[in-house]
């Protein structure tokens, strides 16, 4: 004979590897998130320190030729905000709850619809728009001192903003599924108070808290 409790059936195990499972896949979709919001911070604010764009203008004679210099925070300011933005969200994901995450992902993916419109914007630009936007925003400089432009300095910024769609795409889809700082503590407070619960709204709550847990709810 098997003795109460000692044998929780196959059902059981593939309640807990089930449980365990789930727990984990969420997990790494939180992990996922706060790397790819990371990234796409470090990315957008290392891009908008790089110059863009450097361009020789010609002045009238005698005057020596100069030129002028674009950085990315200047060429596209939102680079910058889009930036901080990812790198603020990092806190509110993890503080968050599910409401809170998706206003969270639903802001990171406006401002960074908003960036990539001005990224095209500028990639898009003539000749002569970029040299109407360097002489009126950009820095003058000799032609000995001029410095280089970043070859990787737009596509990186490109890249910042890809990433941060990627993380409020996962935000606004799964932010239900993804866990909560704290929550293991809160379960477990929950766990203890509950057990001589007779209120069957609260044992249903249990039941189902212990199912996400990969517990056996009979035990």
Same mark, same amino acid.
């Given at each position: 004979?098997?003795?109460?409790?000692?044998?929780?059936?196959?059902?059981?195990?593939?309640?807990?590897?089930?449980?365990?499972?789930?727990?984990?896949?969420?997990?790494?979709?939180?992990?996922?998130?706060?790397?790819?919001?990371?990234?796409?911070?470090?990315?957008?604010?290392?891009?908008?320190?790089?110059?863009?764009?450097?361009?020789?203008?010609?002045?009238?004679?005698?005057?020596?030729?100069?030129?002028?210099?674009?950085? $990315?925070?200047? *060429? /596209? =300011?939102?680079?910058? +905000?889009?930036? !901080?933005? #990812?790198? @603020? %969200?990092?806190?509110?994901? &993890?503080?968050?709850?599910?409401?809170?995450?998706?206003?969270?992902?639903?802001?990171?993916?406006?401002?960074?619809?908003?960036?990539?419109?001005?990224?095209?914007?500028?990639?898009?630009?003539?000749?002569?728009?970029?040299?109407?936007?360097?002489?009126?925003?950009?820095?003058?400089?000799?032609?000995?001192?001029?410095?280089?432009? $970043?070859?990787? *300095? /737009? =596509?990186?910024?490109? +890249?910042?903003? !890809?990433? #941060?769609? @990627? %993380?409020?795409?996962?935000? &606004?889809?799964?932010?239900?599924?993804?866990?909560?700082?704290?929550?293991?503590?809160?379960?477990?407070?929950?766990?203890?108070?509950?057990?001589?619960?007779?209120?069957?709204?609260?044992?249903?709550?249990?039941?189902?808290?212990?199912?996400?847990?990969?517990?056996?709810?009979?035990?």
């Amino acid at each position: 004979m098997t003795a109460a409790g000692g044998d929780r059936g196959p059902s059981a195990a593939r309640g807990e590897v089930g449980g365990a499972t789930r727990s984990g896949s969420s997990k790494s979709a939180l992990g996922s998130v706060v790397l790819l919001l990371v990234a796409a911070g470090a990315a957008l604010l290392w891009s908008s320190s790089l110059v863009w764009d450097a361009r020789q203008v010609a002045r009238a004679a005698p005057l020596p030729p100069v030129v002028y210099s674009i950085a $990315g925070s200047t *060429a /596209v =300011p939102m680079t910058v +905000a889009l930036g !901080l933005v #990812a790198l @603020a %969200a990092v806190v509110a994901v &993890l503080a968050a709850g599910t409401l809170g995450r998706r206003i969270v992902g639903g802001a990171v993916a406006a401002v960074s619809i908003w960036t990539l419109v001005q990224l095209v914007g500028w990639s898009g630009a003539s000749p002569a728009q970029r040299i109407a936007v360097l002489q009126d925003d950009g820095i003058k400089h000799g032609i000995g001192s001029a410095p280089q432009t $970043g070859a990787l *300095a /737009v =596509p990186i910024g490109y +890249a910042g903003v !890809l990433l #941060a769609l @990627a %993380a409020a795409a996962v935000l &606004l889809v799964r932010a239900g599924a993804l866990p909560r700082m704290g929550s293991k503590y809160e379960r477990g407070t929950a766990r203890t108070a509950r057990p001589g619960s007779t209120d069957p709204a609260a044992q249903d709550r249990d039941m189902w808290s212990r199912l996400d847990r990969g517990e056996d709810p009979t035990d």
